[in-house]
Antibody, heavy 122, light 109 residues
Framework: EVHLVESGGGLVQSGGSLRLSCAAS????????MNWVRQAPGKGLEWVSY????????LYADTVKARFTISRDNAKNSLYLQMNSLRAEDTAVYYC???????????????WGQGTLVTVSS | QAVVTQEPSLTVSPGGTLTLTCGSS?????????PYWFQQKPGQAPRTLIY???NKHSWTPARFSGSLLGGKAALTLLGAQPEDEADYYC?????????FGTGTKVTVL
């Protein structure tokens, strides 16, 4: 059974940094791309970032480009999101989602974690 | 960036039929946008229901189906159940940019 568990969320001041982690199990992690998706309180979903299985392809939403860095450690079955220069508008629940990879070059979220809350205080 | 628009809220009676739509500010939605549909219940993570317009996952109830309808992506619920009460989001691909819809709150009443 696919299992994704996010951690690392918390309260941080505006301008600060935070690193999120996503622990994966139940599938061969090093053969799947991964995504981060966020949801501000009471708002809709926003795709944040994607990383391919080998880390050779990385994509970011314009809203986080140059501030956030996605990475992975296939030996540890883990996905990360380093968030720098945080702003109040980054406050959200951050979900990791496995990428099914059915079509090359197209984001394909299939399984989702339960999310971790990041609160940026101004 | 493209804006992807959904109905803010819809109500359906138990056993009834409902169609949600997903439109794009850039023009008609096509299969090339690889439309997705996600269901999210209060306090829960999203769950992927439909991928690439009309394909279902193993966990997708048979009463849900996806299609293209009048230049929009559509999610049809045939025979609504109380447990279908949730928020539904579509998701479109734009050549390397990815946008979620505004979401539809579905009430089963």
């Amino acid at each position: 059974e696919v299992h994704l568990v996010e951690s690392g969320g918390g309260l941080v001041q505006s301008g600060g940094s935070l690193r999120l982690s996503c622990a994966a199990s139940g599938f061969t992690f090093n053969t799947y791309g991964m995504n981060w998706v966020r949801q501000a309180p009471g708002k809709g979903l926003e795709w944040v970032s994607y990383i391919s299985s080998s880390s050779s392809a990385i994509l970011y939403a314009d809203t986080v480009k140059a501030r956030f860095t996605i990475s992975r450690d296939n030996a540890k079955n883990s996905l990360y999101l380093q968030m720098n220069s945080l702003r109040a508008e980054d406050t959200a629940v951050y979900y990791c989602a496995r990428d099914g990879g059915r079509v090359r070059g197209v984001i394909d979220p299939d399984y989702w974690g339960q999310g971790t809350l990041v609160t940026v205080s101004s | 960036q493209a804006v992807v628009t959904q109905e803010p809220s819809l109500t359906v009676s138990p056993g009834g039929t409902l169609t949600l739509t997903c439109g794009s500010s850039t023009g008609p939605v096509t299969s090339g946008h690889y439309p997705y549909w996600f269901q999210q219940k209060p306090g829960q993570a999203p769950r992927t229901l439909i991928y690439h317009t009309s394909n279902k996952h193993s966990w997708t109830p048979a009463r849900f189906s996806g299609s293209l309808l009048g230049g929009k992506a559509a999610l049809t619920l045939l025979g609504a159940q109380p447990e279908d009460e949730a928020d539904y989001y579509c998701f479109l691909s734009y050549s390397g940019t990815y946008v979620f819809g505004t979401g539809t709150k579905v009430t089963v009443l």
